[in-house]
């Protein structure tokens, strides 16, 4: 057993999170029922590819809700909510994205508020520095 205890604000970051969320309270219940608490990172992975989910769907209103869910936590003064954040959604979905999560992608450069964008810029910079051969044409 690991001795990791999650951030207390990280956690009820996820739980506001899913709250705002229309359609996102089964993958918490299912989340706590597999690990007994919140694991900001692990469930956050969860809500990403459901937010992957919804954007492949057409469903308006739950990428519109996501999106606002997510720049408030963005924008929180908690470096661990922001590491979440940064690392197990941005870089996760970022890293060598699939068809569909490209989709997202997308939908976050057009859509994501002011925080969201540049977390996805510092994210995309930070895994593909200029000169970086492995980096996709812009």
């Known amino acids: 057993m690991s001795d990791y205890v999650p951030s207390p604000v990280a956690v009820a970051a996820m739980r506001r999170l899913v709250a705002s969320v229309a359609g ?3 993958i918490l219940e299912e989340h706590v029922n597999d690990n007994d608490e919140v694991l900001p990172h692990l469930l956050i992975a ?3 590819r459901w937010f992957v989910d919804a954007v492949v769907a057409g469903n308006a209103r739950g990428v519109t809700d996501f999106l606002a869910a997510i720049e408030v936590l963005y924008a929180s003064e ?3 909510t922001r590491n979440v954040m940064e690392v197990s959604f941005m870089e996760d979905l970022l890293a060598l994205p699939d068809a569909n999560e490209q989709a997202a992608i997308e939908v976050l450069q057009l859509r994501a508020g002011p925080r969201t964008r540049e977390g996805l810029i510092a994210t995309y910079t930070y895994l593909h520095p200029p000169g970086d051969e492995a980096r996709p044409a812009s």
């Open 46 to 48: 969860d809500l990403r």
């Open 24 to 26: 996102t309270g089964p």
């Open 78 to 80: 908690d470096p661990d």
